[in-house]
């Protein structure tokens, strides 16, 4: 679609909605960034996108507006069921999102990985693996840098690895990755999706417009995505960290190694890793076989795993004291996220969780407490709803906080030696943080301002 001189309107005034209008002004369209809260100053948005044929619009969008339109760029952020959305629609305006915008601009080829949990870690270890091997490579998505801010810069032989959230999944219309990636599947974002079909429907979006040329990397310990696979027209390479696996790569042992079919190669041990649990190691296989897919020596993929480091607010070491060591897993946003975090503990416990309702359960999750929990810790909206599961799981170490700062004094004051404290929500953190990197580096600051004791 040629851009220049068209009207597109800008859904959404957040990170994403001004990486897409600045991409939009430099491709000379008419750009109306558009966002529902008028509490938004417009001064301060006209300053982050000087120069260019921008207007901003706060509150209700007028007929009049939507009517001269050509386009409609939404922000990840915004629910395509919305009235405005659908009114756009109903109007004949062309409605995508922040990826098919980014994809129509820019250039190279993408890799782009989605899935319920272990994008982040699996998307910038394979960034790091893309780095070592290639000279113009861009991390970008959801991960926190907007795909539509690295555009400008791409040349014909950038290599851009993507994040890709099912947010973003719902608006492509040409998104073609040369090789992308479902980590796994399981509930999540069902308030914005409504049912697992749906949910399930939309990340499998992401090999819509691939070829038989190019490559989606599934996760073979996942029902849903092993049966998806059968019916892929493009080239399939699984992954399983429970059994061996005639072609793609598999935990044997405590080894990761990969099969073409015919040879066995080792890639590396997972002691010699610094990601710790199976799920890391699933991470590892993901981001090794989808390098693997797109050209890159084994030797070079071994390297880049082995030296990665964990990624900030994911299983992340903070600190220790008194004896207890703290953790900070604030990327744990659902209870399938949150069982990993508990998995990976290998001491005793106090795990502080809650925040934002998506209409999860939390049952599975207690579960996996498996014996490790001494104390869980709640807060925010769901802290009562999270209680009621855990006493009918039978689990009632409970203590009921009022906020992440009470939540930390009580780990520090009922831990003892020899103990570990998670902040693993299961949950957002919307209503009390901002998003999780918020609240994670909080949780940091919070333990780092505790007393060392005698």
Request: aromatic share 8%; hydrophobic share 40%.
């Amino acid at each position: 679609m040629e851009l220049s001189g068209k009207q597109v309107l800008v859904f959404g005034a957040g990170i994403s909605g001004v990486g897409a209008a600045r991409l939009l002004l430099e491709a000379s369209a008419n750009v109306i960034l558009y966002d529902g809260n008028t509490a938004l100053a417009e001064e301060e948005l006209r300053a982050k996108l000087p120069g260019g044929a921008l207007q901003v619009a706060l509150g209700e969008l007028g007929e009049e507006r939507i009517r001269g339109l050509d386009l409609a760029v939404l922000s990840p952020g915004v629910p395509t069921d919305l009235p405005l959305v659908q009114k756009l629609r109903d109007a004949g305006v062309r409605v995508w999102g922040e990826v098919e915008l980014a994809w129509a601009c820019g250039r190279g080829d993408v890799l782009a990985v989605t899935g319920t949990n272990g994008k982040t870690t699996t998307t910038s270890l394979l960034g790091e693996i893309m780095k070592a091997w290639r000279p113009e490579v861009y991390v970008v998505g959801n991960i926190g840098a907007p795909y539509t801010e690295a555009v400008s810069r791409m040349t014909d032989q950038a290599v851009t690895v993507a994040e890709i959230s099912s947010f973003q999944l719902e608006t492509i219309e040409t998104f073609a990755p040369r090789v992308s990636a479902i980590l796994n599947i399981t509930p999540d974002h069902l308030n914005r999706h409504h049912t697992m079909e749906e949910y399930i429907r939309v990340k499998e979006l992401i090999t819509k417009n691939q070829t038989a040329e190019d490559t989606c990397v599934l996760n073979y310990e996942d029902e849903v995505l092993r049966k998806f696979g059968a019916s892929l027209h493009t080239r399939v390479l699984y992954f399983s960290s429970l059994r061996k696996l005639e072609r793609g790569f598999y935990l044997d042992g405590d080894e990761i190694v990969y099969s073409d079919g015919e040879t066995v190669t080792p890639l590396c041990a997972t002691g010699e890793l610094k990601l710790p649990g199976r799920h890391n190691h699933e991470n590892v296989m993901a981001a090794a076989a989808m390098a693997l897919a797109y050209g890159a020596p084994l030797e070079v993929i071994r390297r880049a795993a082995c030296s990665f480091q964990a990624v900030e607010h994911r299983i992340e070491y903070v600190t220790e004291k008194n004896g207890v060591v703290y953790y900070n897993d604030s990327k744990g946003t659902n209870p399938d996220a949150a069982i990993k975090g508990i998995q990976a503990m290998d001491r005793p416990t106090l795990l502080i969780g809650g925040g934002y309702d998506k209409n999860s359960s939390y049952e599975e999750w207690i579960r996996a407490f498996d014996g490790k929990v001494k104390y869980l810790v709640l807060i925010g909206q769901t802290r009562e709803k999270i209680a009621e599961a855990a006493r009918a799981c039978g689990f009632t170490d409970i203590i009921l906080a009022d906020s992440l700062e009470e939540a930390v004094q009580v780990c520090a004051q009922r831990s003892e030696p020899g103990d570990a404290v998670l902040l693993s929500p299961a949950c957002a953190s919307w209503g009390m943080f901002p998003n999780y990197e918020v609240r994670g580096r909080r949780f940091k600051e919070l333990v780092n301002q505790l007393q060392e004791v005698g």
